[in-house]
């Protein structure tokens, strides 16, 4: 059996500060080495201050993802030596001597199978080396503290995917919880990292490290699961190793550094006292924490009605249920949920049409309310949506410069019901003797109106007109 | 003018306009210049100090408000931060470090007029008990100065019993600044471990260290305290003492009071002058209507050993920074060669400290951490538990802040298990987080001797009234400088 288990590292990006100081948790617009103080740089006599809020978010996290929870948390140093590690040690935290991270085990659902996390941690990131050079001989290599410090919560699961599709599976749910939660933006370049441990029935543990974001995890999970299964297939022995992802060949590469002998010497950071984490502050943190997906998802079933895949998909992302919360109405909202799921994910289906979107959540309240009085067919609504989304304008506005407003007038609807009875003799003998196939009559008046007849009104007359 | 008198004195000569700080200060100034050369408290000298002090006269005459210290010149160990201040730490490593930012201390000094006359030496990073392992040569003792000043604050203790300061700020992670307090018979206090923001302080043993006031008098040091204790974001491990005045009622004197005698601290290895001065200031603290008792600590015989292992492990993760690439590094145009430059790295950090690193990286490492860290982790432990419950009993503990007197400089420096042992009655405030203090007592051959009291946590005020009342039964030669 394959067995897969996940080590994934999550900045907290949604934080102000960083986990000791107060520069930006949000480092990615500075220039090099600008977003630093004494104590992210680990300048001589400096000390960590412990962020709370982290400490809030992480716990958070812990708990949306059924971990338990111990009533005091302690950091402990992680000491190894690299150039993008200020002071040579990691500040991180630690279960060996009793759980004493934010997060103990803990069980996530995954579709009808259970994944059991292990533990979660809070933590702080490196800085980042940044490579540049020729070749390999003249290589230079540069140092940008500004995420140094920066929040990261590690989430360790146990090795219980069986296939890339689980893995897949699973960090979709993750990537929407944490998001859900306001703590981190997954899209962000280098905003979630992983590890893996991947192994085949018959062969050795092999660990994956350095893979960059979630899309390429699965990636290399399933590159490493078909090397291995080659190497087996060929009666070669799977070595007990650590492999690396490079990302531009999207392959995985022994590595030859000895990093599994590394011995980190954990011992209590004595420069954060433990925090305790109690009944009463927990009970704050879990009133604070935003509805969950599942009972969003349900609300939207049960209250308005949605159907089960659209309340699912529109529930998952924090960006679509946010405008359908701010937008709809008891009344409008399988409307607006519709037209956020089959029209608007379309439009803005990258960050970069997210966040340039000019759509506000009363666009979205105007065109529902008016598919729903027959002001506008859903054709035109489409087409107006479009418009907003690129230029902000009111939807009154696009609906008379651009000619979007349905044709209710009977007597300018009836000439072009005439012309089209006198267009498709066949078709109206068909219809006179199978109802049914009016339907592509309705069609017909929809194609020369451009979609903004009144469908009931044409319905109706077209009707009147056959018999 | 009178320079040899006490911070308080000072202020009050100074606020009443009998002295000038201006006067006080360049006064000083010339006592180092004519002293120091021989003594070598000094690392580094503030040459502003005479202007600034000039300022602070024209702020009281023209009325300003004006802070507490009216002027008064205090040195600082080279382990903490003066914003563009070199802050050596006594080390080629960090020879030209200059701190972007004022430690704590510093801002509050700085705050109530304090002038900081420079910056004075110390074991390099704090290790070490005589100044010897200074990269930049030892202090001298200056009632002897064959004989070593104690340490790590040895500049401290020097530069305050010189008449080169006032009062200064040391660093105590063993006994550091209680030590060369007693070497040189100067008052050392170290504070309940978090009564004093450390942030700033150049980090050896960050779990039990404290800075700590050496002072010509107790109430000095209370004074001291009052401006530099407190809350401090920047050190999550401060803790609030509700703006205490520890200088109020430090007269209450010590009556009905227990105090218990550390039997472990006066037993084997004692110099016979160091216990008779022992016992002769246990009969003083009698007759003052104290009642005093032995007591068994018996974890103390391995304190020492506890201190080494947990201070090691610390320091090699503290001083990992320090490796020549970051600090300390030679500039060339060309770069070098990242396995052979790294391979000279921490060649600048000298035997002392290279030590406790290799020291530092093997007892808390895996296979090993069970027999060394973790037991010295139980030793802690326990050795807290057993003075939590000895202070159920008695309101204050003592003992001779060292067991011996000043010895030799380059008697031991090739000892360092014999150098360890002197720490003896000494770290066990520091593994315990407890107050202590140090206070001169007696003068045997010419060579001063200290007396320790130690209080339980946050009873500061009361150690401070106790040893001010012991203080004035004491009447000491003047130093021969």
């Not at chain 1, 300048?43 to 971990?67: D, F, H, W, Y």
């Not at chain 1, 690299?82 to 990691?90: A, H, R, S, V």
């Not at chain 1, 199978?434 to 109706?460: E, F, R, S």
């Not at chain 2, 003792?141 to 070593?148: A, E, L, Q, S």
């Amino acid at each position: 059996m394959t067995k897969i288990g996940l080590e994934i590292h999550s900045q907290l990006t949604k934080l102000e500060s960083k986990l000791f100081c107060s520069c930006k948790a949000n480092y990615r617009e500075f220039e090099p080495n600008t977003n630093i103080c004494p104590i992210c740089m680990g300048l001589p006599g400096s000390l960590p201050r412990l962020n709370q809020k982290a400490v809030e978010k992480a716990t958070m996290i812990a708990m949306a993802l059924n971990c338990s929870t111990p009533e005091k948390i302690a950091f402990f140093r992680k000491n190894y030596f690299y150039p993008d590690l200020p002071k040579n040690f990691q500040i991180t935290q630690l279960n060996i001597y009793g759980d004493t991270s934010v997060g103990g085990t803990g069980v996530i659902m995954v579709g009808e199978k259970k994944i059991r996390i292990t533990r979660i941690q809070l933590e702080e990131d490196p800085g980042r080396l940044i490579y540049e050079g020729s070749s390999e001989k003249n290589q230079i290599t540069l140092v940008d503290y500004n995420r140094a410090g920066t929040p990261l919560v590690e989430i360790v699961t146990e090795p219980d995917f069986e296939n890339p599709k689980e893995v897949r599976e699973f960090l979709n749910i993750l990537s929407d919880l944490l998001e859900n939660l306001d703590v981190s933006d997954p899209s962000l370049e280098g905003a979630m990292r992983a590890d893996a441990n991947v192994s085949i029935e018959g062969g050795n543990k092999v660990e994956i490290k350095n893979i960059g974001s979630f899309h390429d995890l699965e990636k290399a999970v399933h590159f490493e699961i078909t090397r291995q299964q080659s190497l087996h297939s060929r009666d070669i022995p799977i070595i007990q190793e650590t492999r690396h992802w490079d990302d531009k060949r999207k392959i995985t590469i022994s590595s030859r550094s000895k990093e599994e002998d590394l011995d980190y010497r954990y011992f209590l950071e004595g420069d954060i006292p433990w925090v305790r984490i109690g009944k009463d502050i927990k009970e704050k943190l879990k009133s604070e924490m935003p509805e969950s997906i599942n009972s969003k998802k349900q609300r939207y079933v049960s209250k308005y009605g949605i159907p089960v895949q659209v309340a699912d998909v529109l529930s998952s992302d924090k960006f679509y249920s946010d405008l359908f919360e701010a937008a709809h109405t008891q009344e409008n909202a399988k409307e607006v949920a519709n037209i956020i799921t089959t029209d608007l994910m379309g439009l803005a289906d990258t960050r970069e049409k997210r966040e340039s979107s000019k759509l506000k959540p009363s666009h979205l309240k105007a065109i529902a309310d008016s598919i729903q009085s027959g002001k506008i067919a859903r054709n035109s609504a489409k087409n107006a949506l479009y418009e907003i989304v690129k230029t902000g304008k009111e939807l009154s506005d696009i609906i008379s410069e651009l000619d979007l407003g349905n044709v209710s007038d009977e007597s300018e609807l009836s000439k072009i019901i005439e012309s089209i009875i006198s267009e498709e003799p066949q078709a109206v003998e068909q219809a006179k003797s199978n109802p049914q196939t009016i339907n592509y009559l309705v069609g017909k008046v929809m194609q020369k109106t451009k979609g903004k007849a009144d469908p009931k009104l044409t319905l109706d007359l077209l009707k009147k007109q056959i018999q | 003018m009178n320079i040899k008198i006490s911070a308080l004195q000072f202020t009050r000569d100074v606020k009443s306009g009998n002295i000038s700080a201006e006067d006080f200060v360049a006064k000083t100034m010339e006592q180092i210049q004519k002293i120091d050369g021989n003594l070598h408290a000094f690392l580094s000298l503030n040459d502003k100090a005479v202007d600034q002090a000039r300022e602070i006269d024209k702020k009281i005459k023209s009325g300003e408000k004006i802070g507490q210290c009216f002027g008064m010149p205090i040195s600082i160990k080279d382990n903490i931060c003066i914003k563009d201040t070199k802050t050596t730490c006594a080390s080629k490593m960090l020879e030209n470090f200059i701190a972007p930012y004022d430690a704590t201390v510093i801002t509050k000094l700085k705050q109530q007029d304090a002038i900081f006359v420079g910056k004075v030496n110390l074991d390099e990073f704090a290790m070490g008990l005589s100044t010897e392992f200074s990269a930049y040569g030892p202090s001298k003792n200056p009632w002897n100065t064959d004989y070593v000043p104690g340490g790590s604050s040895g500049g401290s203790a020097v530069s305050v019993r010189a008449f080169e300061c006032v009062a200064s700020l040391g660093s105590d992670t063993g006994g550091s600044v209680r030590n060369p307090a007693s070497f040189c018979s100067t008052v050392g206090y170290k504070p309940t471990y978090g009564l004093i923001s450390r942030y700033g302080l150049i980090s050896y043993a960050n779990s039990i260290e404290q800075i700590g006031p050496l002072t010509r008098t107790v109430e000095d040091a209370a004074f001291m305290l009052n401006l530099i204790a407190g809350l401090d974001s920047n050190d999550n491990t401060t803790i609030d003492d509700n703006n205490m005045d520890y200088l109020k009622d430090i007269d209450s004197g010590i009556e009905g009071k227990k105090i218990g005698i550390i039997k472990e601290m006066i037993g084997e290895g004692i110099d016979p002058s160091v216990l008779s001065a022992t016992k002769d200031a246990i009969s003083k603290l009698e007759g003052l209507g104290a009642t005093c008792e032995e007591i068994s600590l018996d974890m103390v015989k391995y304190s020492v050993a506890a201190y080494y292992i947990i201070t090691a492990t610390e320091a090699g993760s503290n001083l990992a920074r320090y490796d020549n690439l970051r600090y300390g590094y030679d500039f060339s145009v060309e770069g070098y060669e990242f396995n052979s430059y790294i391979e000279k790295a921490r060649k600048k950090l000298g035997p002392e400290v290279t030590r406790r690193m290799i020291l530092g990286g093997f007892v808390p490492s895996a296979g090993h951490a069970g027999k060394y860290f973790l037991k010295a982790l139980k030793v802690k432990s326990k050795l807290t538990r057993q003075i939590n419950d000895a202070f159920k009993k008695f309101d204050l503990l003592i003992s001779p802040t060292v067991p011996i007197l000043p010895f030799k400089i380059g008697e031991k420096i090739n000892d360092p298990v014999a150098l360890f042992l002197i720490d003896i009655n000494t770290v066990t405030a520091n593994l315990t987080g407890k107050p202590a203090i140090s206070i001169p007592y007696a003068i045997s051959n010419g060579l001063p001797i200290g007396i320790q009291l130690v209080a339980n946590s946050m009873n500061d005020k009361l150690l401070l009234q106790a040893a001010h009342a012991l203080e004035k039964t004491v009447k000491l030669p003047e130093v021969p400088v």
